[in-house]
């Protein structure tokens, strides 16, 4: 097959909408165009009937039954609706009582709509925990179990890693927050859709995910609810008209959400041969640049990780310049959110590899159109760069005459 | 962010990579000048060699090394270029703003310039103390802001 430049692997970060989505969707935009809130008028009703569909689509998916769905505008939205919608529910103490207010526990790696609501719930009054993750990136039922209090009232962890691919212990967190009747929400942003997924099975309260990272449309995502053994309530985030049994107000993105619940329905249908093709294929590309260069490493767990994510750190050169010299190959040198600025990745560094190695790491994240030709000219473009870098790099001119990097002293800006 | 022109040329085709010789050799040459600046940590290192003509005083040929960004090794690349056949004095003249003007470089980039006369700064220096030449303050000045 023919190679076109330049090439996507920034699967992580978004994915391009699959044509059968956007053909289910067209119609919704200038035929059922109704409010499906309007009850009254053959209008509206087809377009709830789209909406119920896609409800049905996004719980089949999860395992869920669909009136534990709620429409959000993506998973940032889920994750403030589910953390600070449980917080402020099942609090200890209520707000300007000096008391704390409840205990809630994450982890240091969690994407910042998770470690933001939680700051911000902090200043409010109530106390959390954030997880120092292993080496690998995996958390572990005993690593929460280890910092439960007795007023802890809310657990989030994520279930899969959007930097490192790393996958956690949710079914069995899941099941030790049951077993302490504590509210347990997983931002499964990056692995709805991917690996899968039932809510009972895995124990889940709460779940949050995104339209686009499944090859729907971007500004849609939903969050599950648990209704019942137990049911969990939460206080409603935006006030309004109602929608989504209150738990959202808002007229319905019935657009995106005819699409998220197509993304859904095709993910379900073809995950598990998907899943063996990214993986083969994440092995390849993983195997031809360690086979290719000396001083890599693959970032996380070797064996608990998505099939289609991988964040592999060369020494002795710097990302940035990495991507520079690979311009026909969209990657990524941290979280899209956050590789606008010049830190190097807070994930890596919580993982504890060293600032010097997180500023040499990049992520390649592979797709449902991502070819074997694709991986293969990857690998012999980034094995040629960093040849080429390092024989600009002074860090491995030392390395190769024999000083200890750690020992000279740096000027630190 | 798209880089310039100028900038991608010398990060495509950097002029004066190289060393005069092992860090132990550098140690010894008297008419060699070494600047090592930056840290691994901080994602960006230059090495910025320059070799001096000891009976004219100007320096006869430069070399770099650089571990960081596109605009790090552009930067460190253009110093070596400005370098060759001035004196020490008039390398000491260069400032970060020019460099920053030459390359176009983005605000976000503009410590990648400070790194660069800082590293022309530290090899002048090293060059004067192999040759018991006094350093003046000035020389060590820092463009930081």
Same mark, same amino acid.
């Given at each position: 097959?023919?190679?076109?430049?330049?090439?996507?692997?920034?699967?992580?970060?978004?994915?391009?909408?699959?044509?059968?989505?956007?053909?289910?969707?067209?119609?919704?935009?200038?035929?059922?165009?109704?409010?499906?809130?309007?009850?009254?008028?053959?209008?509206?009703?087809?377009?709830?009937?789209?909406?119920?569909?896609?409800?049905?689509?996004?719980?089949?998916?999860?395992?869920?039954?669909?009136?534990?769905?709620?429409?959000?505008?993506?998973?940032?939205?889920?994750?403030?609706?589910?953390?600070?919608?449980?917080?402020?529910?099942?609090?200890?103490?209520?707000?300007?009582?000096?008391?704390?207010?409840?205990?809630?526990?994450?982890?240091?790696?969690?994407?910042?709509?998770?470690?933001?609501?939680?700051?911000?719930?902090?200043?409010?009054?109530?106390?959390?925990?954030?997880?120092?993750?292993?080496?690998?990136?995996?958390?572990?039922?005993?690593?929460?179990?280890?910092?439960?209090?007795?007023?802890?009232?809310?657990?989030?962890?994520?279930?899969?890693?959007?930097?490192?691919?790393?996958?956690?212990?949710?079914?069995?967190?899941?099941?030790?927050?049951?077993?302490?009747?504590?509210?347990?929400?997983?931002?499964?942003?990056?692995?709805?859709?991917?690996?899968?997924?039932?809510?009972?099975?895995?124990?889940?309260?709460?779940?949050?995910?995104?339209?686009?990272?499944?090859?729907?449309?971007?500004?849609?995502?939903?969050?599950?609810?648990?209704?019942?053994?137990?049911?969990?309530?939460?206080?409603?985030?935006?006030?309004?008209?109602?929608?989504?049994?209150?738990?959202?107000?808002?007229?319905?993105?019935?657009?995106?959400?005819?699409?998220?619940?197509?993304?859904?329905?095709?993910?379900?249908?073809?995950?598990?041969?998907?899943?063996?093709?990214?993986?083969?294929?994440?092995?390849?590309?993983?195997?031809?640049?360690?086979?290719?260069?000396?001083?890599?490493?693959?970032?996380?767990?070797?064996?608990?990780?998505?099939?289609?994510?991988?964040?592999?750190?060369?020494?002795?050169?710097?990302?940035?310049?990495?991507?520079?010299?690979?311009?026909?190959?969209?990657?990524?040198?941290?979280?899209?959110?956050?590789?606008?600025?010049?830190?190097?990745?807070?994930?890596?560094?919580?993982?504890?590899?060293?600032?010097?190695?997180?500023?040499?790491?990049?992520?390649?994240?592979?797709?449902?159109?991502?070819?074997?030709?694709?991986?293969?000219?990857?690998?012999?473009?980034?094995?040629?760069?960093?040849?080429?870098?390092?024989?600009?790099?002074?860090?491995?001119?030392?390395?190769?005459?024999?000083?200890?990097?750690?020992?000279?002293?740096?000027?630190?800006? | 962010?798209?880089?310039?022109?100028?900038?991608?040329?010398?990060?495509?085709?950097?002029?004066?990579?190289?060393?005069?010789?092992?860090?132990?050799?550098?140690?010894?040459?008297?008419?060699?000048?070494?600047?090592?600046?930056?840290?691994?940590?901080?994602?960006?290192?230059?090495?910025?060699?320059?070799?001096?003509?000891?009976?004219?005083?100007?320096?006869?040929?430069? =070399?770099? +090394?650089?571990?960081?960004? &596109?605009? /790090? %090794?552009?930067?460190?690349?253009?110093?070596? *270029?400005?370098? =060759?056949? +001035?004196?020490?004095?008039? &390398?000491? /003249? %260069?400032?970060?703003?020019?460099?920053?003007? *030459?390359?176009?470089?983005?605000?976000?980039?503009?410590?990648?310039?400070?790194?660069?006369?800082?590293?022309?700064?530290?090899?002048?220096?090293?060059?004067?103390?192999?040759?018991?030449?006094?350093?003046?303050?000035?020389?060590?000045?820092?463009?930081?802001?």
């Amino acid at each position: 097959m023919a190679l076109t430049l330049p090439i996507y692997l920034d699967h992580a970060a978004t994915t391009p909408c699959d044509p059968r989505v956007v053909e289910a969707m067209l119609p919704y935009f200038t035929k059922v165009y109704g409010n499906p809130g309007s009850r009254n008028h053959r209008f509206g009703w087809e377009a709830e009937d789209g909406v119920d569909r896609a409800r049905q689509q996004v719980a089949a998916l999860l395992g869920a039954n669909e009136k534990e769905i709620v429409f959000t505008s993506g998973a940032t939205e889920s994750n403030n609706l589910a953390i600070k919608g449980a917080a402020e529910m099942y609090e200890k103490a209520s707000a300007g009582s000096g008391q704390c207010r409840g205990h809630i526990i994450t982890c240091k790696i969690e994407h910042k709509a998770v470690l933001d609501p939680c700051k911000r719930l902090q200043k409010e009054g109530f106390e959390v925990t954030y997880l120092d993750p292993p080496r690998d990136g995996v958390i572990t039922r005993a690593m929460v179990e280890a910092v439960l209090r007795p007023d802890t009232i809310l657990v989030s962890l994520m279930w899969a890693n959007n930097e490192i691919g790393t996958v956690s212990e949710i079914r069995e967190i899941g099941a030790l927050c049951h077993e302490r009747e504590i509210v347990f929400h997983t931002d499964a942003t990056q692995w709805a859709g991917k690996m899968p997924t039932n809510v009972e099975r895995d124990n889940i309260d709460l779940l949050s995910m995104s339209g686009h990272k499944i090859y729907g449309p971007k500004g849609v995502g939903a969050l599950y609810v648990r209704r019942r053994k137990p049911r969990v309530r939460l206080v409603a985030q935006v006030d309004g008209g109602g929608q989504e049994r209150g738990f959202r107000s808002g007229t319905l993105n019935v657009t995106g959400i005819v699409g998220l619940g197509k993304a859904c329905e095709i993910a379900m249908a073809e995950m598990d041969h998907e899943g063996e093709r990214l993986l083969r294929l994440r092995k390849r590309l993983e195997q031809g640049i360690a086979g290719g260069l000396d001083h890599v490493q693959i970032n996380g767990h070797a064996d608990k990780r998505l099939p289609h994510i991988t964040n592999i750190s060369f020494g002795f050169v710097e990302g940035e310049s990495l991507m520079m010299a690979c311009k026909d190959i969209a990657m990524s040198s941290g979280s899209a959110c956050t590789s606008a600025s010049l830190e190097p990745s807070y994930v890596l560094k919580g993982l504890g590899i060293g600032d010097d190695l997180a500023h040499s790491s990049l992520r390649f994240s592979l797709g449902r159109w991502t070819t074997e030709a694709e991986v293969d000219y990857t690998v012999s473009k980034v094995v040629e760069s960093v040849n080429r870098l390092r024989g600009l790099s002074p860090l491995y001119d030392m390395f190769k005459e024999g000083i200890d990097l750690t020992k000279i002293e740096w000027a630190h800006h | 962010m798209a880089y310039g022109p100028k900038i991608i040329d010398h990060y495509e085709n950097p002029r004066n990579v190289g060393s005069f010789g092992t860090q132990q050799e550098i140690k010894q040459r008297t008419d060699v000048g070494v600047g090592l600046v930056g840290a691994p940590e901080c994602g960006d290192v230059m090495q910025l060699q320059i070799k001096v003509d000891q009976a004219t005083g100007k320096i006869q040929d430069a =070399k770099f +090394k650089c571990f960081g960004c &596109g605009s /790090a %090794i552009a930067s460190s690349s253009l110093a070596t *270029e400005w370098l =060759k056949g +001035k004196t020490l004095d008039e &390398g000491l /003249a %260069i400032k970060n703003t020019e460099i920053v003007q *030459e390359l176009s470089l983005p605000p976000v980039k503009i410590h990648c310039s400070v790194l660069a006369e800082d590293a022309i700064k530290a090899a002048i220096a090293d060059y004067k103390t192999k040759n018991g030449i006094p350093v003046d303050d000035h020389d060590h000045e820092h463009a930081h802001h």
